[in-house]
């Protein structure tokens, strides 16, 4: 019997589907009675404490994860305790004192109203600033619809009120041009010192005033098949030379000005490369001749001062030549500098009118580059590639800029910061390559004519008023001295 006593111990310490009576407490069955006596002591202390065993069932959370993380105390959060009394105070501070107080009754309403509030409060209204600042605030501006009271004003600094320069990216004025020779080796459009317009038409020139808008037929060449090949003021605005197609050059006489001095000596360039010399005094005019170079002169340009002459031709040159002086032998000038660096025909020549000794050139479409020149040393300062045929330059005083025309392929006008070479602007309009480009007397506008036979106006250099005012200021000073140094 007692054999079979003992299988049926070990049989029933095999079975798993009932529980274990005689093996030890879990850990966590332990934990649990260890809380509970030790809650049960704290009520009832003396007491034994009864532990049910029907506490085996698995437990709905995870032991040990039943007490939650203590947060931390003293957190960053800070919530200021304010009284009533002050936010009331803070209320009439913003809606009441802005308000404008009569003169007559300010010094006794200012003292009624401390001794009300020192009653009342218990400190003067006057000390509860919520912020504070070294001048006294300015009121609101009239019409201003928030009547908070103005704690802080500031106006705007020198560098916010600094205006930025509009360039409209429009012309001001369009004129039509018709019967416009489209030829990259013309020179077809000046605007002279009296603010007229010169234009060739085919074998017509047209005067347009500027000022009234007038338009005149100055001169118109005898055979159709002949054309004008080039236009050029003098200084002084009086007369006009004109280059025709049957290598003759005409002075012309502009009839605003008759009483003007005129400028005897005339050059001009031929398509032989050679640079003629002419004194219209006598009736043996021609002087002598420039022979540097090889192929068509496309562009001349005297310097501000007088000095220089540079030429661009066909081959790739750029000559400046020296002034020569009355009763000299002219045959035996030599030039001065004689550029080869351009790989393309240079038509578009500019002297810098504030560095009398800088020259710009700009070449065609095998070369698309603008250089500037040092006439002092012979050396080039910088150089730059526009990606297109430049036609035309002519410097921007009012703003120190360099203004090129454009053919192929871009067909506009750019606005160069010079020396730097940044870009300013681009004028876009044109249809067709851009052969031209001229200034206006006053520096403001420029005109550009194109194959598509229009002249654009392009008013982008106008001065501040201020600035404009003090250019004009010095402009007559310094003719006013000028006029006493001819006395």
């Known amino acids: 019997m007692a054999q079979f006593g003992f299988e049926n111990d070990i049989q029933s310490i095999l079975k798993l589907d009932m529980p274990i009576l005689n093996a030890p407490m879990a850990r966590w069955q332990r934990k649990a009675s260890s809380s509970n006596t030790s809650s049960l002591n704290g009520l009832s202390p003396g007491k034994p404490t009864n532990v049910s065993l029907s506490s085996s069932k698995t437990p709905s959370k995870t032991p040990g994860k039943s007490k ?34 009569d003169a007559n009754t300010a010094g006794s309403t200012l003292e009624s109203q401390k001794a009300w509030s020192v009653s009342l409060n218990g400190y003067n209204i006057e000390d509860a600033k919520i912020l504070h600042f070294g001048g006294k605030p300015l009121n609101a501006p009239e019409g201003y619809q928030n009547n908070l009271k103005v704690l802080y004003s500031q106006g705007s600094t020198p560098a916010s009120t600094k205006k930025t320069r509009y360039i409209s990216s429009t012309p001001d004025r369009i004129l039509d041009a018709p019967d416009l020779r489209n030829d990259f080796y013309l020179n077809l459009l000046d605007w002279g010192s009296h603010n007229i317009l010169a234009v060739a038409l085919h074998n017509s020139v047209y005067l347009w005033d500027a000022t009234k808008g007038d338009i005149i037929l100055l001169m118109r060449m005898e055979r159709e098949e002949d054309y004008i090949c080039s236009l050029s003021w003098t200084k002084d605005g009086s007369y006009l030379a004109v280059g025709t197609s049957d290598c003759k050059v005409q002075v012309c006489l502009s009839d605003v000005n008759l009483h003007q001095i005129f400028v005897h000596i005339v050059f001009h360039g031929s398509r032989s490369g050679h640079i003629h010399h002419h004194d219209v005094r006598v009736a043996d005019h021609h002087i002598f001749t420039l022979t540097t170079h090889t192929q068509e002169v496309c562009g001349l340009q005297w310097s501000p001062d007088g000095r220089y002459l540079a030429s661009g031709g066909n081959d790739n040159l750029v000559c400046v030549w020296p002034r020569v002086h009355e009763g000299s032998a002219g045959n035996d000038t030599q030039f001065v500098n004689c550029w080869s660096e351009h790989q393309g025909a240079v038509k578009a020549l500019a002297w810098c009118p504030w560095q009398s000794n800088i020259l710009a050139s700009g070449g065609g479409t095998s070369d698309r580059h603008i250089r500037i020149w040092n006439v002092n040393s012979g050396s080039c300062i910088s150089s730059l590639d526009t990606q297109s045929q430049v036609s035309s330059l002519v410097f921007a005083p009012n703003y120190k800029e360099l203004v090129s025309a454009h053919g192929y392929a871009h067909n506009n006008v750019v606005i160069w910061k010079y020396p730097s070479f940044s870009k300013v602007a681009e004028l876009n309009g044109h249809e067709d390559r851009v052969l031209s480009v001229i200034l206006s007397p006053d520096g403001s506008t420029i005109a550009s004519v194109a194959g598509d036979e229009t002249i654009r106006l392009w008013k982008s250099f106008e001065l501040d008023p201020v600035k404009k005012k003090a250019k004009d200021k010095l402009t007559k000073s310094t003719s006013s001295g000028m006029h006493q140094s001819i006395r």
């Open 68 to 101: 939650k993380t203590p947060s931390k105390i003293g957190g960053d959060r800070f919530i200021p305790t304010r009284n009533s009394k002050q936010m009331d105070v803070a209320n009439f501070l913003l809606t009441k004192e802005n308000e404008p107080l």
